[in-house]
């Protein structure tokens, strides 16, 4: 079965700080990895995927991912934190065969404080 | 290019009493899945639609259903409704039937049990 686990349920940084946020995930088949970011009262919007073409990914407003299989992680990273980057922020797992089923992690508040 | 549509954005229900959440998926975009967003659970995979199909369903009661239509929209149902159901309902939809392929959500149909 497929797991994702994200460490640290609440994250503050100082706005140009360095951001991290932490997911390792279990499978026992090549992932399929996102990351997604909810501001609040919103839906789900995609940061980046892992597709396997790539380890390093690169998504939108300056975040980028590194998959790396053998510590089964996938961090999500950002080198200078925004005010506008506070909200929380999912990590998940493609289900194989599973068509569009997504595995959540429990998901990590980022704070940015000035 | 129209987003996915979730209507209504909030809904207060009795408990015992059944609802209908509809969702409009971005126009060409065959497939439909719903998750749950409940503070204590986190997002959770509830059933995925694809040209009119379910075909994948998560882990919950019978009492909850769905469907999708010609049109690719989905409407879910939840009957006998328990306080338990109060939850943000998130649905999402993409172009292929495939994991990697990207997810675009709702803002989500907050609903509340009292």
């Known amino acids: 079965a497929q797991s994702v686990t994200q460490l640290g349920s609440h994250v503050s940084v100082s706005e140009g700080a360095l951001v991290l946020l932490r997911c390792n995930y279990s499978s026992s088949v090549p992932p399929y990895l996102f990351w997604y970011v909810q501001y609040p009262n919103q839906g789900l919007q995609l940061l980046l995927k892992y597709t396997s073409a790539a380890t390093l990914v690169k998504g939108i407003n300056g975040f980028e991912a590194e998959f790396k299989k053998s510590e089964t992680s996938f961090h999500l990273t950002k080198p200078s934190a925004h005010m506008s980057d506070a909200a929380e922020y999912f990590c998940?797992?493609?289900?194989?065969?599973?068509?569009?089923?997504?595995?959540f992690g429990a998901g990590t508040r980022l704070a940015v404080h000035p | 290019k129209a987003g996915v549509t979730q209507t209504p954005r909030y809904l207060i229900k009795t408990r015992g009493q059944q609802v209908t959440l509809s969702c409009s998926p971005i126009?060409?975009?065959?497939?439909v899945s719903w998750y749950q967003q409940t503070p204590g659970q986190g997002l959770q995979f509830l059933f995925e639609y694809f040209s009119e199909t379910q075909r994948n369903k998560g882990n919950f009661p019978g009492r909850f259903s769905g469907r999708q239509f010609s049109n690719s929209r989905s409407e879910m149902n939840v009957s006998t409704l328990e306080l338990g159901d109060s939850a943000l309902y998130l649905c999402?939809?993409?172009?292929?039937?495939?994991?990697?392929?990207?997810?675009?959500f709702g803002q989500g149909t907050r609903l509340t049990v009292v």
């Open positions: 999402a939809s993409s172009s292929e039937g495939q994991i990697n392929t990207e997810a675009f």
């Open positions: 998940a797992v493609g289900v194989a065969g599973g068509y569009n089923k997504l595995i």
């Open positions: 126009s060409g975009h065959r497939s």
